[in-house]
């Protein structure tokens, strides 16, 4: 495993912004979808493993009250892999569960969407998982919309 | 005092074959898969989680499908899992005022911003067996409206409680990381991010029973529940290679604040206080019975009498966890030869000694001299 150096940080180079939500975005795909993603883009092979895909523990934390000091609720299982393109790009992911091959996967679509010119096309082949969560969100507020209630007070006979 | 036994393997594994079977039941019943069981038991899954302190729904279902359904037995299984796994970092704290709301509702206020939505609950439900279920049928479809325009933005009760000043601050952030009871034994006193990590992890039963305690009167607070919130957040870390956060995914949650009276002091003018709970999933009754604990072991802080079993942290805190309850509770059948021989040959004695006064009264007055004497 390689030994994390802030000095080996890449640079800055790319929005983080959008990286953030390409990762978050592959995190919710389910693994088909981050296959089919990546068999569009035809480009997964030689992707070479920069650590292993690895499962470890991440230590979830609350804040007190919502809003105050933090404090551990309970850890979490997560997932990380970090590989290297055959061009020199590199892409990391780490997500909740145990899935070694999807974050392989998550993995290399981040590498891939580092490279400046690859990027378009990898924020389209994850489109289809986006617009899915999307539906998904929207059914769900639907179905909890029904449940919104109106709670009338009554007037007490003495008052 | 337990003294280790040696032999028996045999029958031991036999044992676990046997309980293997066993654990199958009717083979004429379709097995369990361990999807259906985070699907359908989701609550107890959610249990699981919650108790075991790890986040995984498919292993918690896995877990309780090996238990039989024990759940402190998952719960065991859980925790020994995770003793194998190396640890990453903690997350960023999630922010839960940012839920995505899947229920969320205020005995406090009944016109809030964002609304009280149900949610799947089982509140006002009749508690009726509905044998409909034992029949396999397609499940009913939920009814679905519009969301009003203000249903994305919901924000805590305390917040618009602290507006005006209503209700004690959170104690901020002075960015000093919590302490992790995983790390370091717990020592008393613990504060209030330890005994909430405690809590937390703690037997939904004590922490029930302990909260119910306080209503009853050993030690009352007074307790309103302010908001109970149940959704998803997002967790996010940040992995020192990339120096910024990023997002893990996202996981269930249930908070519940309770507010509760108080009278203020010299220095604080009257203020509501407040007890805090938050769990994995939809843990509703342990959330609420962890906010009424959380706030009853604040007594001393906020300077009222201290005398209830839920106001003593060490009571509470060293006696909440299901595993270690357990751990002491059932080592209690393993073999105890040696110890018990010990036992035996005392009372034996004793018994001895006893019959010998009761023969001889007169005999047995002069030993009791003799003894005396000595």
Known sequence: MPHPNPADRQPEASDPVARRAVMALCGQARPEELHRALAQLGAAEGAEDLRPPETGLVMTRGRIGGDGRPFNLGEATVTRAAVRLPGGATGFAYHLGRDRAKARLAATLDALWQVPERRAAVEAALAPVASRRAEERTAQARRIAATRVNFFTMARGED | ?374
């Open chain 2, 1 to 374: 005092m337990y003294v280790a036994v040696k032999g028996g393997e045999a029958a031991i594994a036999n044992a676990h074959r046997l309980l293997a079977e066993t654990r199958r039941g009717d083979t004429s019943v379709p097995e369990l898969s361990v999807a259906q069981i985070r699907e359908q038991m989701a609550l107890l899954v959610d249990r699981v989680m919650t108790e075991g302190s790890l986040h995984d729904p498919d292993l918690a279902a896995l877990a309780l499908k090996q238990a039989r359904g024990d759940l402190i037995e998952a719960v065991f299984l859980v925790r020994a899992y995770r003793t194998t796994l190396p640890r990453f970092g903690a997350s960023e704290p999630v922010e839960t005022g940012a839920m995505s709301l899947r229920r969320r509702i205020s005995a406090t206020y009944k016109d809030l911003p964002g609304g009280q939505v149900l949610g799947p609950t089982f509140d006002y439900t009749h508690r009726l067996i509905d044998f409909a279920l034992a029949a396999e049928g397609e499940a009913p479809v939920a009814a679905e409206a519009e969301p009003l325009a203000d249903a994305a933005h919901a924000p805590r009760v305390t917040d618009l409680l602290g507006r005006d000043g209503l209700i004690e601050p959170s104690a901020p952030d002075d960015g000093t990381p919590p302490g992790d009871l995983t790390r370091e034994p717990l020592d008393f006193p613990a504060d209030r991010a330890l005994r909430l990590q405690a809590l937390a992890r703690g037997d939904e039963g004590f922490v029930l029973a302990l909260g119910y305690s306080t209503q009853r009167g050993y030690g009352r607070t007074h307790p309103f529940v302010g908001e109970i919130r149940v959704g998803t957040v997002a967790v996010e870390f940040v992995p020192e290679e990339l120096g910024f956060s990023v997002p893990l995914g996202e996981i269930d949650l249930t908070e519940c604040q309770m507010v509760n009276q108080f009278h203020g002091s010299a220095e604080v003018p009257p203020q509501f206080t407040r007890g805090y709970g938050l769990a994995f999933g939809q843990s509703e009754r342990k959330a609420m019975a962890m906010a009424l604990v959380d706030r009853a072991l604040r007594a001393e802080e906020l300077g009222e009498p201290v005398g209830a079993p839920a106001q003593d942290q060490e009571f509470v805190l060293a006696h909440c966890d299901a595993l270690q309850a357990t751990g002491f509770v059932e080592h209690l059948k393993l073999p105890h030869y040696v110890d018990f021989q010990a036992e035996l040959e005392l009372v034996r004695r004793l018994r001895a000694e006893h019959a010998a006064r009761h023969a001889a009264p007169k005999a047995g007055t002069e030993a009791e001299m003799q003894e005396a004497a000595e």
